[in-house]
Nanobody, 124 residues
Framework: QVQLAQSGGGLVQDGGSLRLSCVVS????????LSWFRETPGTGRQFVAG????????YYTDSVRGRFTMAKDDTKNTLSLQMNRLKSEDTALYYC?????????????????WGQGTQVTVSS
């Protein structure tokens, strides 16, 4: 059973920055991808960014590309999401997600494991 422990997030003004972290346990020798999804009231979980843990290949949704950056730390089994130039439309509950295999999924129903969620609120 994979566990994803999230931290970070909070309240920031428009244009500010926040950082999210996701610790994966236990350490896995299997191929997997980690992604960030976000959810707002009335919407489903939507893909934000993802990384193939072994290769480091990344993919970002258009609305965050150039503003959000993922970084992985293999020694700590941690994935971070640095969010810069935040906008009010980035306000959401953010989830770390893991999927077995090497294909980054954009579909929430394909995710195998979820973190507990972290609120990000951007005030205008």
């Amino acid at each position: 059973q994979v566990q994803l422990a999230q931290s970070g997030g909070g309240l920031v003004q428009d244009g500010g920055s926040l950082r999210l972290s996701c610790v994966v346990s236990p350490r896995s020798n299997s191929r997997f991808t980690l992604s960030w999804f976000r959810e707002t009231p009335g919407t489903g979980r939507q893909f934000v960014a993802g990384i193939d843990w072994m290769s480091g290949a990344t993919y970002y949704t258009d609305s965050v590309r150039g503003r959000f950056t993922m970084a992985k730390d293999d020694t700590k089994n941690t994935l971070s999401l640095q969010m810069n130039r935040l906008k009010s439309e980035d306000t959401a509950l953010y989830y770390c997600a893991a999927r077995v295999g090497n294909q980054i999924t954009l579909v929430a129903s394909d995710v195998d494991y979820w973190g507990q969620g972290t609120q990000v609120t951007v005030s205008s």
